[in-house]
């Protein structure tokens, strides 16, 4: 199923991504390069896997689960800039701003962020829900990194739950409200999703050996969280087995 | 009924804008700041006249006009960067990155762009459409900027059409749609913005001394573009006077 799903995320990224001939030529292909392919995507899984889940069919949350990667590529590009994190490589590869320069870095994650929501407008239904979603997502994620970024003592409560949780929980809420879910459904996935998003950052700071709780603390809300989010899938009208099987693999993963 | 109008969009922004206490406080402030108060607002304008035009109330376009000029105050912001034009100032104020800092900066440009997604999502008809338009206009002045910036010979009517028209095409035809006008009173604006967006650029052109055609060539094509535009208005179902007095405005305007 996992096969199936990526396969039509690669299918839909490659359908609203500039075709290589339009113009600027440059930017078709540096946004192709920021978003890459075959990456483990994560956010678009989770997206259509909600709306089976809510009743739906994985097509349906196809544009949003498209554009929910190109938000967070967008976000990647952004990250790695000099002013930033000043990351010259990424997946192995010069980072964006390393390969086009620094200007264009910015340009092209500032498309990617247009493009996420000319994508998130194609969904087949509940489209304005769709898109004030991914918008508390892009405004969240940024306040997550501000606060990151900030001098002074930070609060990691808050910068997990809008630099990392906000993007799983705006991919979950897509797919079930693109899949038709009622709001029981939409709830029940937003629940799941913060969960999903803590245990993964939580579990991200194991595999850097640098977590702000220490090991043991952390690896006792990574088991919570998933925890929490697997008991969130109870009672929902579809099939959420590749939710649960999602949350399960994620604990104890590579990089 | 300028005033009126600039009532409506100032009201709406303040509405849409994170709140002075909403955390972290420096992007709200930041945000806050960017965005300015009292600016011309041709944008916003352009987007409430064209849904009376089309038939519909000023107030029904308020959100849409609100996102355009979020959309467009966020490319101002990246526009001033270092890495970009490295202007150190903007409206006789510090640039965004001069009083705040580059990263902030890119990230508060980051969250008026997601803002103004949100926005446009809360229009009361024809949301998806509306998006859609307010997506192409981002990508495009990215394009129009990419264009602009890149090395070798330009190709000024696509930069024109795309870093300045493309705004003003989205905002007329977010404010028509909002205001429920049929596909041709759309059509019809989206041929006035597009001849408004051109003459109001030849007419910088002028008023910086600096123009790529020359200044008999460029003063001809003011006059051109901007016939072009009141033409445009011929035949639309409510009252396209502001729109027409807009367009008769801009020639001859100071900066």
């Known amino acids: 199923m996992k096969e199936a799903y990526l396969a039509i995320v690669e299918k839909t990224l490659d359908e609203v991504m500039p075709g290589a001939l339009e113009r600027p030529a440059e930017l078709s292909e540096a946004m192709r390069y920021a978003v890459g392919t075959g990456g483990k995507r994560i956010r678009p899984l989770i997206c259509l896997a909600s ?71 194609m969904a087949p239904r509940n489209v304005g829900r769709i898109v004030a979603e991914l918008a508390a997502a892009g405004v969240g994620v940024v306040q997550g990194q501000i606060e990151d970024i900030a001098a002074g003592e930070k609060d990691i409560p808050f910068i997990y739950r809008h630099k990392t949780a906000d993007l799983f929980m705006a991919a979950a809420v897509m797919g079930a409200l693109a899949g038709g879910g009622d709001d029981r459904a939409v709830e029940s996935l937003r629940a799941y999703a913060l969960n ?60």
Do not use: C
């Not at 952004?78 to 320069?101: F, I």
């Not at 595999?207 to 969280?225: C, F, I, M, Q």
């Open 51 to 121: 709306a089976v889940a809510a009743g739906g069919r994985a097509e349906d949350a196809r544009y949003p689960a498209a554009a929910i990667e190109l938000l967070h590529n967008y976000t990647l590009v952004h990250d790695d800039l000099p002013a930033m994190d000043n990351d010259t490589e990424r997946r192995g590869r010069p980072s964006v701003w390393a390969k086009y320069g620094e200007a264009n870095a910015i340009l092209v994650g500032d498309a990617l962020q247009a493009l996420a929501f000319k994508a998130a407008a």
């Open 196 to 255: 999903l998003g803590l245990a993964f950052q939580f579990e991200d700071d194991l595999l850097d050996g640098d977590s702000p709780y220490g090991r043991e603390e952390t690896e006792r809300r990574v088991r919570d969280a998933t925890a929490a989010a697997l008991a969130a899938l109870e009672g929902l009208p579809g099939d959420s087995s590749p939710l649960a099987a999602l949350a399960q693999s994620l604990v104890g993963r590579k990089k």
